[in-house]
């Protein structure tokens, strides 16, 4: 691993059981994260983009520890915290944090600010008394937030103000990896910008590293140095940032892309709509994920999971994961698969013509 790694995930996998509602014990796993590899390096940000239930906030966890790897690896700083226990991880947890998504349920209601950001000193038993106040209120401004605020309770205060309290909590033992899992999504468009300026003087005044998640293509291009794009549990592109915008290679990059709102109406591009709905993580397609729904499908994509590596034509930093990566100057609103809609099966969870066909029959010999 190179020496400017911070974060380095090898194959990691989690799977979560389905509940039955039975005495039964079902089998079936949720496949939130299924073979995924990627590094963070020191000081940049990794967008994390990908459309509700792709597994983002699940892949964030798994890099962060908070929930336990189902396989594969995590090395932070160069040390393997795939299977330590949480004694073991406590004074990691001094180096890795998380702001979460949501303003008004990450915060206690019946705590005052000041000790829910003075809540890490206490449980690393670093300050306290009057210098943890002080530490405290000391952080209350680096935010943004009027330090005299310190006893006021989270009702109090907006959710943009809310958001950076979270913040406040989140940098109180200095830590070199920040994980954003949507911070802004929550908020009003001008509060936004608000946030998303204060993590970029933050990074630049504390050498902080960020994996930042979301579904907004345009917050990630924003504040992303590299982009990770999702789809059922595995990247299925990551480069640049400004090469995922300007050439985006996998055509659901290319499809989510198009649907971005641009200034300028009259700019010529046509939305590219996807048919189809997203596959169950219970039981996800063979071959490619993307192929149910993938305009350029054709048979190798149900036979044969395609890699995530460089393909013709763009460098090592551009990795995508597709047979038939789309071209530059390809119109994917006009392409059409290959393979008729009937041969895009799920093989996990549908059954072929012949099957359903004596099942059928048999059923009609049942009934007379």
């Known amino acids: 691993m190179s020496r400017d790694v911070i974060l380095s995930l090898t194959d990691v996998v989690k799977h979560f059981p389905v509940r039955s509602s039975s005495l039964r014990r079902s089998r079936d796993v949720v496949h939130a994260v299924d073979g995924i590899s990627l590094e963070v390096r020191q000081?940049?940000?990794?967008?994390?983009?990908?459309?509700?239930?792709?597994g983002k906030s699940t892949l964030a966890r798994c890099a962060t520890r908070l929930v336990d790897l189902t396989s594969g690896r995590v090395l932070f700083q160069g040390r393997d915290i795939s299977r330590m226990n949480a004694r073991q991880l406590r004074p990691l947890r001094r180096e890795m944090q998380m702001i979460f998504q949501d303003p008004y349920g990450s915060l206690n209601p019946k705590r005052r600010?000041?000790?829910i950001i003075g809540d890490p000193f206490a449980i690393h038993g670093l300050v306290s008394g009057a210098e943890r106040k002080r530490r405290v209120q000391e952080l209350m401004e680096l935010v943004g937030l009027n330090p005299e605020h310190y006893n006021r309770f989270p009702a109090e205060f907006s959710g943009g103000q809310r958001q950076r309290v979270g913040v406040a909590r989140a940098l109180a033992l200095r830590p070199k990896l920040v994980v954003c899992d949507e911070p802004v999504s929550a908020l009003d468009v001008s509060i936004q910008a608000q946030v998303?300026?204060?993590?970029?003087d933050l990074q630049q005044q504390l050498g902080l590293t960020y994996v930042f998640i979301s579904h907004d293509l345009s917050v990630v291009r924003h504040v992303s140095d590299r982009v990770a794009l999702m789809y059922l549990g595995k990247i299925v592109e990551i480069s640049p940032s400004e090469q995922m915008y300007a050439r985006p290679r996998h055509p659901y990059a290319v499809a989510l892309l198009s649907a971005v709102p641009r200034p300028d109406p009259r700019s010529?591009?046509?939305r590219i709509i996807l048919t189809g709905d997203v596959p169950s993580p219970v039981n996800p397609p063979s071959g490619c994920r993307f192929h149910p729904r993938c305009p350029k499908a054709q048979q190798r994509c149900?036979?044969?999971e395609p890699a995530l590596i460089a393909r013709d034509g763009d460098d090592l930093l551009h990795a995508t994961a597709c047979h038939f990566p789309v071209a530059l100057a390809e119109e994917l609103v006009h392409a059409r698969p290959a393979i008729?809609?009937?041969?895009?099966?799920?093989?996990?969870?549908?059954?072929?013509?012949?099957?359903?066909?004596?099942?059928?029959?048999t059923a009609d010999g049942e009934t007379r």
């Open 268 to 270: 010529g591009r046509e």
């Open 113 to 115: 600010v000041g000790s």
């Open 196 to 200: 998303l300026n204060l993590l970029s």
């Open 302 to 304: 149900v036979d044969e």
């Open 43 to 54: 000081g940049e940000t990794l967008g994390l983009v990908g459309e509700t239930g792709c």
């Open 340 to 361: 008729a809609e009937e041969e895009r099966v799920i093989e996990s969870e549908l059954v072929s013509a012949e099957v359903l066909s004596e099942l059928r029959d």
